[in-house]
């Protein structure tokens, strides 16, 4: 048996087994090794049900009363009751409706899951369930839980997992051997075997210790070798005319915010030097992010070289065009709007015209990724919202521009050797390649924390726009009891007769029914380790310039964003897109109803508009025109409107299950009003009365400052919701958590020493193709 044996070849695995296996990506005996448990159960620690507290618990009890039916298509659920000498406590389980024939078994069972307050009460919410003999005769009082294998019972997985057990405790180690001694580390083998083995808590401590430093150790290294390379590379030298930006900036009907001034002169600056701009514009919403992208456009122009703004949506691509035509055309910057719902005749026109040069600004949607469009000389990019676009996508648009032909570019396309950056060519003597980039400047509304930007995007510039534009009332944020609904929609009303508009948010669903958030993020992590994998072999300039760019997915991942990632690589995966489609099913399903409730109350004789995820692309934007044009009053909606939209006349934010969403997010929301003179108002309504006492949703409530809320959330609720999006997402970090800063400090100790000791890490096999990967992930170009 090796890693690479595959699993159809182990004890037990039939053919069925072997294609479930296959769908979830566990294919060789080496995936299996690195499917680490999600969680552990310690069934050591058992609770008497009377001194229960919320979080994760284990209560060892009789089962009664058990109901198991369908409320709706594609909803069950199947409900207990569990009693010790102590109390009681209800069970609840979504779709699982072959729990009902395993309890009614009877006996003692142990129960361990989430105690936590729910559909008005507290109970455990589809917590594992085994008979207390079960746990006896197995011997383990402490279980590891693995993600679910669609078609596989846990049982079966451990069975196989303990096949293996003989290859785990081989296994090679993966970091220098002086390295693990020197940090004082469990051996690699040791760490994975008490990992999948643990006979008790602090075998599983000792494991995540040893398999967290690893990965620290592969993203630190890897973000240390982009810095390297950045210095190598070269980028058109834009001059900077003076003149023209004086009388831009006179021209603009506001006055420019110190912030924006200071981005534009960082932007300015990169331009002049040279090197090629990897720099992150970071602004809250409504910060005015579009007039610093312009300002640069017209120095690229001024300078001859052309622009292109790449924005998530039609409707973005659209507004942006308008606003950046009237701003720059004045200064014989003419701009195009290249996307895909233009007729063909316009559009070669317009592709023309971006190849002869008299287009120099261009805005445009993923059309402008097609191979027919080509630029004459495009010297800076601008990706919009950039965590809506996925790996592939950035490549492309970057590999748009005209590369001097001299032989470093040849060989970063592909000729010959694939590229090695490492500052060890140096020390050899041997000048590093060399190639001519075009600048880039990515935005996004999602501040990034801090610490998150020093040690993983090590290399990367960030302006903030952190002072909003004079005149901007501060958005009023009102925790709405559900009882309180009637009363809030009575006001709303008044807003609607005033003019205004409505957005109404619905619900995420994502946890309760199906079958649980942990599991949606690994299968985000499958999901995207594919995409990547694909892009990781591409060598040509392309390839290196999009390394990655995974800086937003970094930080903010809404549910909506990791649909859009999965639809890519999900076809490749049958069973996720399954799951996703479930998800989305029962999404849609809460936009309706609460399109349908709307339409029996105070606001039926209002003009209620509805967008979805499911909708095709045109019909999003055509019901978003419709807005815009002010035909509808109210639009009910998923997370969808969640990215860039500026309907300034727009003053209401309604959030319905508020309490579901992550600080970030819900902050991204409320941001879509507050564009305009208008008063404008953000509701957050719970779903129970009781979650109105939220620490997150008064935060929320008091603050209006997006950098302040992305500390608070930290703070609240952890590293989760921020990055913790981007560690189980993108950068398939299974173990170490980015907030631990002693670990990252250890670590880069760790790294120091190892080069004064004269040990190269990317000669250690086991973890070379782990830094690559991660190198690609960590940059934005
Ligand atoms: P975002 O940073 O969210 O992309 P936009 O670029 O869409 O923000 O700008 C939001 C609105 O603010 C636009 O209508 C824009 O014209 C306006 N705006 C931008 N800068 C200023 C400023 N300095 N003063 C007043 N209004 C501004
Ligand atoms: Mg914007």
Redesign the pocket.
Known sequence: MKLSTPLSDIKGVGEKTWLQLKAAGLVTVGDLIQFLPRTYEDYTKVSQISELHPGNVVVRGTISQISSRYVRRGLHVTTAVLSDGSGKVPMTWFNQPYRAKHLAGGGEWLVAGEFAFSQRRYQLLNPSVRSSEEVIESGNAIVPIYRQVSGLKSTQLRALIEEIRPVITMLPELLPEQLVSHANLSTYADAMVALHFPENSSDVERGKQRIGFQELVELLYASELNRADNAALESYVIDFDLEAVKQFVAALP????ND?RRAAWDIIQNFASGIPMNRLLQ?D???????VAGLAALVAARAGYQTAIMAPTELLARQHAE?LAQLLEPFGVNVGLLIGSLSKKPKDQLKQQIAGGSIALTVGTHALLQESVTFHQLGFVVIDEQHRFGVAQRQKLLAKSTVADNGATRRLQGEGKPLEFTSKGKVEGQAPPRAVLPHLLAMT?TPIPRSLQLTVYGELEVSL?QEK???RKPIITKIISPTSRTGLLASVDKEIEQGRQVYVVCPLIEEQEGRGKREEGKIGTAMVSETIRQSSSDNTLAGLRARGAGLAEAATLSSENRRIISAGAAMKQPPVSNFQSQVSNMELASVTTEYERLQKTVLKHRRIGLLHGKMAADEKDAVMRRFVAREIDVLVSTTVVEV?V?V?NATVMIIEGAERFGLAQLHQLR?RVG?SEHQSYCYLVTTESKQTTSLRLRELEHSNDGFYLAEKDLELRGPGEIYGRMQHGQLNLQVASLADTRAIVAVKRAIAWAKENSIDLLQYEGMRERIERYRRLTTLN
């Open positions: 506001f006055r420019l915010t924006q602004g919403v409504g910060s005015g992010k579009t007039v606003t509304a726009l534009p004079v005149g860039g500026d300034p941001g564009r």
